[in-house]
């Protein structure tokens, strides 16, 4: 690029994109917003006049084809992630894309096979990877500390919280619940952070048991009869080389308290992300390292990953999730799905 700003238009402007990619944007010098769509006019309208966003359309292509882009944020329910950035790829423009990258693996590799044939960045906001504990973890790991790392374990777990606005609960346009909207940033990072295994088998089970009936929800009442997606998934994933992981998402569940953790056990060291803890046998004896101070821990996660997405764009290389990485992640989703609807191990090639 010549520009030393970048162009940037956003898709879909509800509360994800007005509560934190446009803040993060306009906090970011090296980009500006030009222009925002969304079918819903009060939703369009409301975002331009919060984030002086000088052009509005209720049609996206018109969106694309008008305003001389040179990316987009897609900020959508999920069923409209691979139409919006197909379009948009196809246009010539990069893209950042909320996640999951695609409602299936199907769409996803659709995605990044135009991506790799235009030559266009597609991000996906994995953004979990951008905190202070995940970068700190991933240092640990690349300094050789845990040696050979067979097990991990992610644990992605609210006690009653589901969500009570939006689409999350249809599965039409989501593709699922619990686990594409909360389980794949755990996920993902457990993946990330132990170098992209390669999954031979996906074991999974799904519930729907405390969705599809009132009760107690901290985010307030749902739709409860019209709840269609998982309210809890739990899954085993065999790698190449012997290795493992256990996965557990719920938006309701009876648990004590909600948790968020990521493991990692290796030969010579173990970690846990959440608190970030370093695990090893050494001298003679158990010994767990925590850290009395870690950089970027004011940072925000959210500001961060616009960062690295403009920087990838002006500066011309790979964002720091790969498109292939998030869609790895999809295929492991389907894959879980599958099993669940099974009650058979899936094989993936």
Known sequence: MTRDRVRMGIVGTGRIAQNRHLPSYQRNDRVVVVAAADPVPESVHSAAAAFAIPSVYTDYREMLEREGLDAVSVCTPNKYHAPVAIAALRQGLHVFCE???A????EARAMVRLARETGRILATGYRYRQQAEARAAKRVVAAGELGD??????RALRRRKIPSWGTFTDKEIQGGGALVDFGVHLLDLALWLAGQPRVLEVTGVTSQRLGTRPGVNEWGPWE??????????AAFLRFEGAGALQLEVSWALNIAQSEESVSLSGTTGGLDVYPFQLNKAVYGMLVNC?????PGQTESEWDLQVADFVEAILENHEPLVKPEEAL??????????????????????
């Open 224 to 233: 409860h009869m019209a709840f269609e997606v998982e309210d809890h998934a």
């Open 103 to 106: 409602r299936t693996a199907t």
């Open 290 to 294: 925590s850290p009395s101070w870690m």
């Open 328 to 349: 790895q992640v999809n295929e492991i989703v389907d894959a879980i799905y599958e099993s669940a609807a099974t009650g058979a191990a899936v094989t993936l090639a």
């Open 99 to 101: 996640k999951p990258l």
């Open 149 to 154: 790392i067979y097990m991990m374990r992610a």
